[in-house]
């Protein structure tokens, strides 16, 4: 005879939730789970069950109690680089045009299934995330604007519906806002190509809004090639120079 199928408990049922929303980028590392009573609300279960599944999540590593401070998602989760080697390629020029190639590849992905899969929400804050980009540059801070442009690929990120694509550039966020600030600070050399970028951000915004995935793979990756390739002259314009200077 056949045995009858084992009743998930509803613990279970709650922690796959969960596990999701931290999956899915809706609990963020470092972010304050609500307070019991309110999350047994939201999902329409009791304290005791909710109580276990959180247990189960913090057995997991997923969360950190703090005794009267809360529950708050694990930031050891997002711990894929140690400082040694963040240092080593936050200091290295090769490193830095490597992470524009893995950009090519990581944002060029992100668009194309953001722009296949987003939806009206992520859409909008994808708009959101690039009209603050433009507030950011009146403050003419490099540090500032660099976050900002990295926000607004995260929310591309995000809008792709890929758990892998969303946590590999959250995991290298350090990294990667390192690397948007530095090319910020060498492209002031050339202010007249800012306008460009802003434009060929802004055909990336519009092909991923409109549900063009193809068109959106493509604006990213002009996108990212003309900032290497105005780099890369920069670069060697420098190196001349610094030759120059040692022949006088």
């Given at each position: 005879m056949q045995q009858p199928l084992k009743q998930k408990k509803l613990s279970d049922i709650i922690l796959v939730q969960l596990e999701n929303m931290i999956l899915e980028g809706g609990l963020l590392p470092g972010e304050k789970l609500l307070p019991e009573r309110e999350l047994a609300k939201k999902f329409d279960v009791s304290r005791p069950s909710l109580r276990e599944a959180v247990q189960k999540l913090e057995a997991k590593g997923l969360v950190t109690r703090k005794q009267g401070g809360g529950t708050f998602v694990s930031k050891a989760i997002m711990k894929s680089f140690s400082d040694p080697l963040f240092d080593l390629m936050a200091e290295n020029n090769e490193s830095?045009?490597?992470?524009?190639?893995?950009?090519?590849?990581?944002?060029?992905?992100?668009?194309?299934?953001?722009?296949?899969?987003?939806?009206?929400a992520d859409f909008e804050n994808i708009q959101a995330k690039h009209d603050n980009i433009g507030n950011c540059q009146l403050e003419n801070d490099y540090s500032i604007e660099a976050n900002a442009v990295y926000e607004f690929y995260v929310a591309i990120c995000t809008a792709s519906h890929n758990a892998v694509i969303l946590h590999t550039a959250r995991s290298m966020s350090a990294l990667l806002v390192d690397n948007i600030e530095r090319n910020l600070t060498m492209l002031a050399k050339r202010p007249d190509i800012f306008s460009k970028i802003t434009d060929y951000r802004r055909n990336l915004l519009d092909a991923i809004t409109s549900g063009q995935p193809k068109k959106a793979w493509g604006a990213s990756h002009r996108h990212l090639a003309f900032i290497e390739e105005v780099l890369l002259k920069l670069t060697h314009e420098h190196s001349r120079m610094e030759r120059s200077m040692r022949r006088m």
């Amino acid at each position: 005879m056949q045995q009858p199928l084992k009743q998930k408990k509803l613990s279970d049922i709650i922690l796959v939730q969960l596990e999701n929303m931290i999956l899915e980028g809706g609990l963020l590392p470092g972010e304050k789970l609500l307070p019991e009573r309110e999350l047994a609300k939201k999902f329409d279960v009791s304290r005791p069950s909710l109580r276990e599944a959180v247990q189960k999540l913090e057995a997991k590593g997923l969360v950190t109690r703090k005794q009267g401070g809360g529950t708050f998602v694990s930031k050891a989760i997002m711990k894929s680089f140690s400082d040694p080697l963040f240092d080593l390629m936050a200091e290295n020029n090769e490193s830095q045009f490597d992470l524009l190639e893995f950009r090519h590849g990581i944002e060029g992905m992100a668009s194309y299934y953001a722009a296949m899969r987003g939806t009206s929400a992520d859409f909008e804050n994808i708009q959101a995330k690039h009209d603050n980009i433009g507030n950011c540059q009146l403050e003419n801070d490099y540090s500032i604007e660099a976050n900002a442009v990295y926000e607004f690929y995260v929310a591309i990120c995000t809008a792709s519906h890929n758990a892998v694509i969303l946590h590999t550039a959250r995991s290298m966020s350090a990294l990667l806002v390192d690397n948007i600030e530095r090319n910020l600070t060498m492209l002031a050399k050339r202010p007249d190509i800012f306008s460009k970028i802003t434009d060929y951000r802004r055909n990336l915004l519009d092909a991923i809004t409109s549900g063009q995935p193809k068109k959106a793979w493509g604006a990213s990756h002009r996108h990212l090639a003309f900032i290497e390739e105005v780099l890369l002259k920069l670069t060697h314009e420098h190196s001349r120079m610094e030759r120059s200077m040692r022949r006088m």
